[in-house]
Structures are given as C-alpha cells and as structure tokens.
C-alpha cells in the first residue's frame, strides 16, 4: 500500500523553538507539498518541491523553510515557532507521470505554546 | 490567480438523504484539473475524483456523482442516499497544467449525516 507518512501525530513546542516535520512517500514522486489547514481557511501551500534539493514558495512561506535532500523525504521547519503556528500541517506528494491527484499523509497537528 | 470557492461551511442531513456539495472555480487557464478529497474525522485527505477541463461528462460512482459544468465554473458533488459514514469535510480543488501539479484547494464544506 502505497503512503505517504509524517513523522508524528501531535507534536507540542514552546514559543522560540526549531521544529522540524518530517515527511516520508515510498511512491517515488518527484513532487512533494506542505499545506497548513486552518478552520475556515482550508488548506494553505507553504512550500513545494519539485525535485531533490529544489524547493519553491507556496502562498504563506514566511516563517517556514523546507528541505530535501533525498527524493523521497520533505522537511518543513520552523525556525522559530510562534503561537501562530499552531495548526495541523499536511504533507502530500504526486507524480508528474500519473497527473492524478495528491497522495496525503495524516497530518501532524502542532500545538505552540 | 486561481480561486475555488465552496460557500457551504457546514450540512447537515438526515441519513438516506441526498445532499449536493457545491463547488465554484475561477482559473485563466483553459487547461486544468478539477478533484474533490473527503477528509473524514481521522484527518487523512482521501481523493475522490479527478476532472480534466476537456471533459465536461458527469460521473457516477456508487452514491456518489459529479457535475461539471464549465459554462458556470461549477463541479458539485451530490452524495444520494447519505450515510452516517459520508460524514467528513469535503474540499474542492482546482490545478492547472503547470509541471508543479500546484493545487488550490476550497475552504471545505463540513457535512454532518444524522442518524
């Protein structure tokens, strides 16, 4: 069963902390996404990757950085989290071969306090 | 820029309803992506459906069927005969042809099926 899976569930940080959210896919996609989803706002993208080492600003990237050093992993961190971002975080990836829709992980809810 | 929007925030029904989700999109394009994801209680998004702009024909699965209708910039989602288990928000999303496969997705309707 193909997946795409976030390192953890809940995760709870003090103001002024570096988090890191990890993400893993086993699909061999070459595009990978990081969306914050906030109760009437859906789903925002905060930085994508279209290959290793490549990255790109989504809309809301202040405050974030990504990185990917392998193909088949996507960091997101926060350099230095604020209560602001408390939200569920929401990893996806997809393949330009397939053209079909993202592949989601489960999501990791960060709470910043 | 590409907007989707889905003015229901929240449905709720009584179970073997029907309940029609609606959808609204504006994009520059003429070539694009339309998808609809279900992301039950337990937070993962599921994909439902994908909808090419070259394809208005409506599709059905199950009680589930879409209408793509380009003249509007609509693609509702009608869930015939609800059940409990359709409960989950529902969000619309739009892409467009861009190698980035970037998708905008809709604020999400929050659809409740009483038993």
């Known amino acids: 069963d193909v997946k795409v899976t976030q390192s953890s569930r809940y995760l709870v940080k003090r103001t002024g902390e570096k988090v890191f959210l990890e993400c893993v896919q086993d699909m061999d996609h070459e595009n990978m996404f990081w969306y914050r989803q906030d109760p009437g706002l859906g789903l925002r993208l905060i930085y994508f990757s279209y290959d290793v080492k490549m990255k790109e600003k989504g809309d809301i990237p202040e405050g974030y950085s990504v990185s990917r050093e392998k193909k088949e992993r996507f960091s997101l961190i926060l350099e230095s989290a604020s209560t602001n971002q408390t939200s569920m975080y929401l990893c996806?990836?997809?393949?330009?071969?397939?053209?079909?829709?993202?592949?989601f992980g489960s999501g990791t809810r960060l709470t910043v306090v | 820029a590409q907007k989707v929007t889905q003015a229901q925030t929240e449905i709720s029904v009584v179970e073997k309803e029907d309940v029609t989700l609606d959808c609204v999109y504006e994009t520059r394009d003429t070539t694009y992506y339309l998808f609809w994801y279900k992301q039950p209680p337990s937070g993962e998004l599921v994909f439902l459906i994908r909808?090419?702009?070259?394809?208005?024909q409506n599709e059905i699965s199950g009680r589930y069927s879409w209408n793509f209708q380009k003249s509007t910039s609509s693609f509702n989602f009608t869930i015939t005969a609800s059940q409990v288990v359709d409960s989950a928000v529902y969000f619309c999303a739009l892409r467009d042809s861009g190698g980035y496969q970037k998708v905008t997705f809709g604020t999400g309707t929050k659809l409740q099926v009483i038993p």
């Open positions: 909808r090419n702009s070259f394809d208005e």
């Open positions: 996806a990836s997809s393949s330009l071969a397939l053209n079909y829709g993202y592949t």
